[in-house]
């Protein structure tokens, strides 16, 4: 999940929660405030009809009484009911138009003294607020006004319909707020990650467009250092790289020379025998002519061959196809396979191309391929496979010598060892070097049946 998600679930969260127990909040307050005037509005109403009345009461008058409480009812629209009880206890007056409950005087007793009894009764018509009062402390008559809260209860649906609508109106903007301010806050921390990304993938030197003045202001200034400390210490690698790879080409070269001085020599012999049978003959025939130039390509595109090799290029990355690499190498290392009796066995499977420089990784190859010959000095059998696996490019070149002495396995890669006389002891380092710049690996196994060497690169998405 993104973080601008969790940030924005958070934010409604917390509305939600926040609205939730103001609303409940305010709901409670207000009930509470409209019950309590309720009650005071009943009990002011109650003692200003018991001075009205009090004379009557003692007197029994029972039709005044009624007149009264009739007047009361017509007034006030709230009031359910009425009753009065004389000095005996007994019902004096009521308004039920059935008659009153045999329970009626157990629903709220009132004490002894001149405090009113505030109940509420849930009846089949609703909910009722009975107040009781009595006429005089110490004395038995008393009156009862039974308050609806219908109106109360409208009020409170008005009321809690407000505070959904309020709670809906707040989390609808906390919802957009929100919203926006999780984009706002998580928008430079995502262009922050992706710019990692591209470090990740080597595009180092390029910079991210963050300026704020805050925490991620900061970051986002040392990931530009970083990324141009990155950038100066790729380039010094690689120049360090190229004047490696080139002394290694000097030494490969040297190491080819023989097979390019026999290459050189057949087509050579073949024009001197020529030219000596011209003493002889003067005239030259047409096949002669053919044989001279032939023999004269053959130099030429063998001198090329190592030209193209020795060119030092600068280093850039393009689409790179190791089988045609190796193909290009086989013909550099024809004649040391043929004069040692070397057999070639070639397992290649189709490949992806790779990203890289052509020049490193032909220089790579070329010296594992010419470690696994001078490994044979006489016969044996060079074995060149290509494959995917785990998307990555594998390149194994196999030769069939007596195998790396256990104590110098941990060695080979290091820059400057051999065991050669004549050697440079860079070689292997070069290829190790070669195979970490394009984030790829250099691994062998070795025992007393030979040497596998397996170069792997990345292919790319």
Known sequence: MRLWVKLFLLNILLVLCMGTLVGLAIRDVIIGSLRDELSRQGVSIARNFADRITVSVLLEDRYDIEEAGRELMDTEKDIEYIFVTDQSGEILFHTFPNGYPTDLLTWNPVGSDKSPAIQLLATEHGLIRDIGIRFFPEMAPQLHLGLSETRLTRTLVRLR??????????????????????????????????????????????????????????????????????KASREKMEETYRQMLQAEKQTALGRLSAGLAHEIRNPLTSIKALFQALRNE?????????????????????VAKFLGFARSDSFHSNDIYANAILKQI??????????????????????????????????????????????????????????????????????????????????????????????????LGIVYNIAQ?????????????????????????
């Open 161 to 230: 319909t407000m505070v959904i609508a309020i709670m809906v109106a707040v989390t609808t903007v906390g919802f957009v707020l929100s919203f926006v301010l999780s984009k706002h806050v998580t928008k430079h921390l995502a262009a922050l990650a992706e710019f990692t990304h591209s470090l990740s993938r080597g595009a180092f030197g390029q910079q991210v467009e963050v300026h704020t003045r805050d925490e991620v202001g900061d970051l986002a200034a040392t990931f530009n250092t970083l990324s141009q400390g990155l």
């Open 282 to 302: 003067p005239e030259l025939r047409q096949e002669d002519i053919e044989m001279v130039l032939a023999a004269v390509n053959q130099m030429d595109d063998l």
């Open 330 to 427: 086989l013909q550099l290392v024809h004649f040391q396979l043929k004069n040692q009796q070397i057999e070639l066995v070639l397992e290649l499977e189709k490949l992806p191309p790779v990203k890289g420089d052509d020049d490193m990784i032909r220089q790579a190859l070329l010296n594992l391929v010419m470690n696994a010959i001078e490994a044979m000095p006489f016969r044996g059998r060079l074995t060149l496979a290509s494959r995917v696996a785990d998307r990555q490019v594998e390149i194994s070149v196999k030769d069939t010598g007596v195998g790396i002495p256990e104590t110098i396995k941990d060695k080979i890669f290091d820059p400057f060892f051999t065991t050669k006389p004549e050697g440079t002891g860079l070689g």
């Open 437 to 461: 710049l394009h984030n790829g690996t250099v691994a062998f196994v070795s025992d007393n049946d030979g040497t596998t060497f397996t170069l792997r690169l990345p292919v790319q998405a």
